[in-house]
């Protein structure tokens, strides 16, 4: 459902027509768009937002920990028009327990060393990647350092 604050935005009225249950909240805050999309529907809404809207770049993807609050991770899309020079930002939130959404790299595929950063510093899973491993961490480092609950020093 889209807030009331954001009725009026052009993108998150085309989303609510597209899809309706593809929403589930968003804000206006400074200017900028903040859109919260149901993990089943992340990768429809952003092929829809390509090429039914300006959207031709994905300009990065991070992710959030908010241990030890459920849902525990946010992963977040930084989309930007090289057209009209518009960003939207969208939000999806994972369970701790299953951390897992699917990944956009057939829609943008700039997401692929981005999905695997977060991956490999969240412990995140992003399903139908290409090639899904680690990207700054040793091949055998264990467990995800940008995790909350990470030991400071690391696992001995």
């Known amino acids: 459902m889209i807030p009331a604050e954001l009725q009026d ?20 805050d400074r200017g900028e768009t903040t859109l919260e999309i149901a993990r089943e529907k992340l990768l429809p809404v952003c092929e829809f937002l390509k090429t039914h809207g300006p959207y031709n770049l ?68 992003f399903t139908g990647h290409p090639d899904l491993r680690r990207i700054l961490m040793p091949e055998d480092w264990e467990g995800h350092p940008l995790r909350k609950d990470y030991p400071i020093e690391g696992f001995r």
């Open 9 to 28: 935005h052009p993108d998150a009225r085309a989303l609510e027509a597209y899809d309706r249950s593809a929403v589930e909240g968003g804000k206006l």
């Open 58 to 125: 994905l300009a990065d993807v991070t992710a959030t920990d908010g241990y030890p609050l459920e849902p525990r991770f946010r992963v977040v899309y930084h989309l930007y028009s090289l057209k009209t020079f518009q960003t939207l930002r969208l939000k999806v939130k994972l369970a701790g327990a299953d951390p897992r959404v699917e990944s956009v790299c057939s829609v943008w595929p700039s997401a692929n060393w981005f999905e695997r950063e977060v991956y490999d510093l969240f412990g995140i899973f």
